[in-house]
C-alpha cells in the first residue's frame, strides 16, 4: 500500500524514496509484524484461553509427560503470525506485483484448512480433527490452483524449470509434469511443518531461519545483477518476496516470546500447515525448490521419520523409532525437551549455511 501511495512521490523528496527500496520496506515489514505480535498477542491469548477452556487436546498415543505438562494450552496461535503477516504484506507489499497475491491465497487457503483441523479438535476434543483424506484432498486442490496462477504469471522461459544446487548448468525442463512436481512441494513442505511443530519453539526457529535465508535468496533472484554472477535463475518481481519473508520472521519472533518453553499459546495446524506452504510457494517462485530441502532439512527429517515409521510397521510389524516424529523418539530416551528443541535449532542453523552456500558453489 505505501508503495503505491508513495510511488508517483519517488523523486519528489528523499523520504518519499526510501519506499522504493526492498531493504527498507522488509525492515517495516519485520518490525511492523513483530510489533502486532507484541500487541496483540496477550489479548488474542486471552480470549483463546476464555474459548477453549481445557486447551488443545493432547495426544493419547504421545508422551505421557505431554498429558501433564502441556493440557490446558490454548492453540490456534497461528492466527496472531497470520493475521500480523497479512497486515504486515498489506501495507510494505507492492500490491501490483502478482506474487504478492499468489503468496495471500496460499497464505489464507492453507490456514482455513488448518482453522477447520483445529476447529473440530478442540469441538470433538479428541486430538484428530479433518481426517486425512479430506485434509490432503483440500491441499491438493489449493496447491492446484496455486501452482496454475503461479505457471500463468511466472516468466514463460522459466516457468516450467527446476534448477539443481551447485551445478550451474543441471537444469530440468519438466513441462506439464511441473504442475504435479509443484504440488508435492507445497503441500510437502506444509505438512513437514505441521509434523514439526510438536514441542515449545520447535518449528518456530527453523521457520525464521528458512523465512531468513529465503528473504535472501529472494532480494537475489529478483535482482539481475546478482542472479548473474551468482548463475541464478532471474525471476523478475521476486524481490518482493523479500518483505512478505521478513514478515514471517518478525511475526514468528513474536509469536516466539509466548510459545518459548513453557508455551503460553500452541501454534496449532492454524499456523504451521499455512507457513509450510507459504515457504514452499516463495521457493517456487524463486525456483530453488532443492535449496528449500537443504535450508528446511529439519523439517523434512521430521516428515521422513514418520513415513519411515509408518512403512516399517506396516511391512514388518516393526517400527524403526521409539516414537514419530523423530523428536518424540528422543523424548522417549529420556532428552530433555529443551535439550532437543535447542539441538533441532542449532541442525537447522547449519543447514541453512549450507543452503545458501550453495548458491556460490556453482
Same mark, same amino acid.
Given at each position: 500500500?505505501?508503495?503505491?501511495?508513495?510511488?508517483?512521490?519517488?523523486?519528489?523528496?528523499?523520504?518519499?524514496?526510501?519506499?522504493?527500496?526492498?531493504?527498507?520496506?522488509?525492515?517495516?515489514?519485520?518490525?511492523?509484524?513483530?510489533?502486532?505480535?507484541?500487541?496483540?498477542?496477550?489479548?488474542?491469548?486471552?480470549?483463546?484461553?476464555?474459548?477453549?477452556?481445557?486447551?488443545?487436546?493432547?495426544?493419547?498415543?504421545?508422551?505421557?509427560?505431554?498429558?501433564?505438562?502441556?493440557?490446558?494450552?490454548?492453540?490456534?496461535?497461528?492466527?496472531?503470525?497470520?493475521?500480523?503477516?497479512?497486515?504486515?504484506?498489506?501495507?510494505?507489499?507492492?500490491?501490483?506485483?502478482?506474487?504478492?497475491?499468489?503468496?495471500?491465497?496460499?497464505?489464507?487457503?492453507?490456514?482455513?484448512?488448518?482453522?477447520?483441523?483445529?476447529?473440530?479438535?478442540?469441538?470433538?476434543?479428541?486430538?484428530?480433527?479433518?481426517?486425512?483424506?479430506?485434509?490432503?484432498?483440500?491441499?491438493?486442490?489449493?496447491?492446484?490452483?496455486?501452482?496454475?496462477?503461479?505457471?500463468?504469471?511466472?516468466?514463460?522461459?522459466?516457468?516450467?524449470?527446476?534448477?539443481?544446487?551447485?551445478?550451474?548448468?543441471?537444469?530440468?525442463?519438466?513441462?506439464?509434469?511441473?504442475?504435479?512436481?509443484?504440488?508435492?512441494?507445497?503441500?510437502?513442505?506444509?505438512?513437514?511443518?505441521?509434523?514439526?511443530?510438536?514441542?515449545?519453539?520447535?518449528?518456530?526457529?527453523?521457520?525464521? @531461519?528458512?523465512? *531468513?535465508? $529465503?528473504?535472501?535468496?529472494?532480494?537475489? &533472484?529478483?535482482?539481475? =545483477? !546478482? %542472479?548473474?554472477? +551468482?548463475?541464478?535463475?532471474?525471476?523478475?518481481?521476486?524481490?518482493?518476496?523479500?518483505?512478505?519473508?521478513?514478515?514471517?520472521?518478525?511475526?514468528?519472533?513474536?509469536?516466539?516470546?509466548?510459545?518459548?518453553?513453557?508455551?503460553?499459546?500452541?501454534?496449532?495446524?492454524?499456523?504451521?500447515?499455512?507457513?509450510?506452504?507459504?515457504?514452499?510457494?516463495?521457493?517456487?517462485?524463486?525456483?530453488?525448490?532443492?535449496?528449500?530441502? @537443504?535450508?528446511? *532439512?529439519? $523439517?523434512?527429517?521430521?516428515?521422513?521419520? &514418520?513415513?519411515?515409521? =509408518? !512403512? %516399517?510397521?506396516? +511391512?514388518?510389524?516393526?517400527?524403526?523409532?521409539?516414537?514419530?516424529?523423530?523428536?518424540?523418539?528422543?523424548?522417549?530416551?529420556?532428552?530433555?525437551?529443551?535439550?532437543?528443541?535447542?539441538?533441532?535449532?542449532?541442525?537447522?542453523?547449519?543447514?541453512?549455511?549450507?543452503?545458501?552456500?550453495?548458491?556460490?558453489?556453482?
Amino acid at each position: 500500500m505505501f508503495y503505491s501511495i508513495f510511488e508517483p512521490l519517488f523523486s519528489d523528496h528523499a523520504f518519499y524514496n526510501l519506499f522504493r527500496y526492498l531493504s527498507f520496506r522488509s525492515g517495516g515489514a519485520f518490525f511492523t509484524s513483530l510489533t502486532l505480535c507484541f500487541i496483540f498477542g496477550p489479548k488474542i491469548i486471552a480470549f483463546l484461553k476464555s474459548r477453549q477452556k481445557e486447551g488443545q487436546p493432547i495426544r493419547e498415543d504421545g508422551p505421557k509427560s505431554h498429558l501433564e505438562t502441556k493440557q490446558g494450552t490454548p492453540t490456534m496461535g497461528g492466527i496472531m503470525i497470520i493475521f500480523s503477516m497479512l497486515f504486515s504484506l498489506l501495507l510494505w507489499t507492492d500490491l501490483t506485483n502478482p506474487y504478492v497475491w499468489v503468496i495471500t491465497f496460499v497464505i489464507v487457503s492453507f490456514s482455513l484448512i488448518g482453522f477447520a483441523d483445529d476447529y473440530l479438535k478442540l469441538t470433538k476434543r479428541s486430538s484428530k480433527g479433518v481426517s486425512g483424506k479430506k485434509k490432503l484432498f483440500l491441499q491438493l486442490l489449493f496447491s492446484f490452483m496455486a501452482v496454475i496462477w503461479l505457471k500463468a504469471v511466472s516468466p514463460e522461459g522459466i516457468n516450467t524449470l527446476v534448477y539443481m544446487p551447485v551445478f550451474k548448468d543441471l537444469i530440468f525442463d519438466l513441462g506439464w509434469f511441473y504442475v504435479p512436481f509443484a504440488m508435492v512441494v507445497m503441500v510437502g513442505s506444509s505438512n513437514a511443518v505441521n509434523l514439526t511443530d510438536g514441542l515449545d519453539g520447535l518449528a518456530t526457529i527453523p521457520i525464521m @531461519i528458512v523465512a *531468513g535465508s $529465503f528473504a535472501l535468496i529472494s532480494y537475489l &533472484v529478483g535482482n539481475v =545483477v !546478482y %542472479s548473474d554472477y +551468482l548463475h541464478l535463475a532471474y525471476v523478475e518481481g521476486a524481490g518482493e518476496l523479500t518483505i512478505i519473508a521478513s514478515s514471517i520472521v518478525g511475526a514468528s519472533l513474536g509469536f516466539l516470546w509466548y510459545n518459548a518453553p513453557p508455551a503460553k499459546i500452541f501454534m496449532g495446524d492454524t499456523g504451521s500447515l499455512s507457513l509450510g506452504a507459504l515457504l514452499g510457494c516463495i521457493s517456487l517462485i524463486t525456483k530453488n525448490e532443492f535449496t528449500l530441502a @537443504i535450508i528446511g *532439512g529439519v $523439517f523434512v527429517i521430521e516428515a521422513v521419520s &514418520v513415513i519411515i515409521q =509408518v !512403512y %516399517s510397521f506396516k +511391512l514388518t510389524g516393526k517400527r524403526v523409532f521409539r516414537m514419530a516424529p523423530i523428536h518424540h523418539h528422543y523424548e522417549q530416551k529420556g532428552w530433555p525437551e529443551a535439550t532437543i528443541v535447542i539441538r533441532f535449532w542449532i541442525i537447522s542453523i547449519i543447514l541453512a549455511i549450507i543452503g545458501l552456500a550453495t548458491l556460490k558453489i556453482r
